[in-house]
T-cell receptor, first 107, second 114 residues
Framework: KNEVEQSPQNLTAQEGEFITINCSYS?????LHWLQQHPGGGIVSLFM???GKKKHGRLIATINIQEKHSSLHITASHPRDSAVYIC?????????FGTGTRLQVFP | EAGVAQSPRYKIIEKRQSVAFWCNPI?????LYWYQQILGQGPKLLIQ????????DSQLPKDRFSAERLKGVDSTLKIQPAKLEDSAVYLC????????????FGPGTRLTVT
């Protein structure tokens, strides 16, 4: 069993839909990251959080430390949100990555 | 502020050939990471440098992979000889220090071994 599990693996949506991507982890962490990876490989950090909730534009990330679970929400989704979203947890000094959720948003 | 630079962006080689990748981290970042990302998987840490010293290379296949960061700034990752299963995106990332700071990723180098 992977230390970081994401669901769903693949997700398709119509433009405007509300999207939720989930991440569960089994190790103790100091922080959790949500990353976005577009085709071509480059990774952009969306959020780093250790408790509660963060919001940036149409993106919202929440974390429940007791349940070892985090969610990434996208409100009013748009085709430009199409990407792979990766959850990564920080153990001691290294990041442990999930396998990602591939999101496709159609107009 | 300039981001993490990597070159080349794409490389195609035949198995048993050698290849080298270059990374220039964000200025002032002490920690540099090399990751391997195979298609459909999350990134896997190959090696982590703190300045010019190696912090973690436990998942680096040392019989064929090597990396250096001689002056504590830019870094090179080499594969010699390459195997088919080395086909992947090689990502470089950097951070101020390892523990509490965000990692900033470069655009990656896509390696295809034929």
């Amino acid at each position: 069993k992977n230390e970081v599990e994401q669901s769903p693996q693949n997700l398709t949506a119509q433009e405007g839909e509300f999207i939720t991507i989930n991440c569960s982890y089994s190790v103790g962490i100091s922080a959790l990251h949500w990353l976005q990876q577009h085709p071509g490989g480059g990774i952009v950090s969306l959020f780093m959080l250790s408790s509660g909730k963060k919001k940036h534009g149409r993106l919202i990330a929440t974390i429940n430390i007791q349940e070892k679970h985090s969610s990434l929400h996208i409100t009013a989704s748009h085709p430009r949100d199409s990407a792979v979203y990766i959850c990564a947890v920080r153990g001691t000094d290294k990041l442990i990555f999930g396998t990602g959720t591939r999101l496709q948003v159609f107009p | 502020e300039a981001g993490v630079a990597q070159s080349p962006r794409y490389k195609i080689i035949e198995k048993r050939q050698s290849v080298a990748f270059w990374c220039n981290p964000i200025s002032g970042h002490a920690t540099l990471y090399w990751y391997q990302q195979i298609l459909g998987q999350g990134p896997k840490l190959l090696i982590q440098f703190q300045n010019n010293g190696v912090v973690d290379d436990s998942q680096l296949p040392k019989d064929r992979f090597s990396a250096e960061r001689l002056k504590g700034v830019d870094s090179t990752l080499k594969i010699q000889p390459a195997k088919l299963e080395d086909s992947a995106v090689y990502l470089c990332a950097s951070s101020w220090t390892s523990r509490f700071y965000e990692q900033y990723f470069g655009p990656g180098t896509r390696l295809t071994v034929t």
